[in-house]
């Protein structure tokens, strides 16, 4: 049923055959979603430093005094031009390495709505969570912070980077200094995001192959979700509110959803072999769980050439559905555009048993 969906709205697979097949075309496609979408991911840095600047204060009313607390500071140098931002990040006191977050979000402290960080650290998961904003504010100013760090001034040319990979570049800095903790299990890190930041979560673990678990709440338009046939939010609709987002050449598809020589399904089989994890709400039409699905239903395709694939069954999702234990997953919380608790509890429930706890 989903693949004729597929054929009927016309969404191009990547054609191959084989993993091999996959491996030799993967380079590509990588390309592609730069060029087309997101524009081109910053080379890396000529400097990096990390600080620790968390305050005795922070730490000492942290969590009850079981789990530590850190602010680090990060500071990057490229072409001779500086910028920085601060995250914040939770360990957990377990004798085991522990599995980890990075969480993109819009707030700056740890402990927020969409982020019930005592239940994460609780459940054994350190989190280190980016307030986006810091790098570089939600607009269309690239003289701000980690975009004039890249700009250095110069107009936007048509495969420049938009919000959305700056962002997802400052997450890769976050997981290099957390290969460095030897608290954390270094193989079992997910990158994590809701809505904007669900499309930049899926950028980030698209070009960064550390990240074991990619999650994709409720992400919609320009992340889960194929453009080809989608309702709500439509390319024309994300970039006349949101142009800055995206690299200038993606507002060629604006209405011409069918000329693009791929779809979003694209940018989510760079994630195989690792696990991916695609939610929506059912409220959430904006985003469209249909298309949602069958963007993850679509990866699988690739994903099956490495493992088990897409989990779940060959209809459109339901509220009520839970994760199946594939390695392209969904799972569709009934209510609105949100990143839950219960949508939480669902990923590391994924992660844990994936580890085998
Ligand atoms: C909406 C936007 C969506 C989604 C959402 C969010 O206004 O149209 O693509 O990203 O914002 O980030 O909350």
Redesign the pocket.
Known sequence: MLREELARRGVPMPQAKTAAEWEAMRGDVLTLMQKEVYGIRPPKPDRVTYTDVTTWEEEEVFMSGIHDKYRIQVEVELSGRKASFAFHMGIPRTMEPCPAFVSLSFYPDIVNPYQPAEEILDRGFAVASICYGEVTKDDGNFADNFADLIYGGRERGPEDPGKIMIWAWTASLVMDYLMTREEIDHDHIAVIGH???G?TALVTGAFDERFAYVISNDS???GAAVSRGKGG?TIE??IA??PFWFCLNYQKYVGREDEMPFDQNWLLSLIAPRKLLVASASEDL??DPNSEYLGAFAAGEISKLYGRGFAGPDRFPEPGDRFYYGDVTYHQRAGK?YLSRNDWNLYMDYILRDMGR
Do not use: N
């Open positions: 809505s904007r930041l499309k919609g338009c320009g939010e609709k994300i509110r949101f904006w985003a555009h």
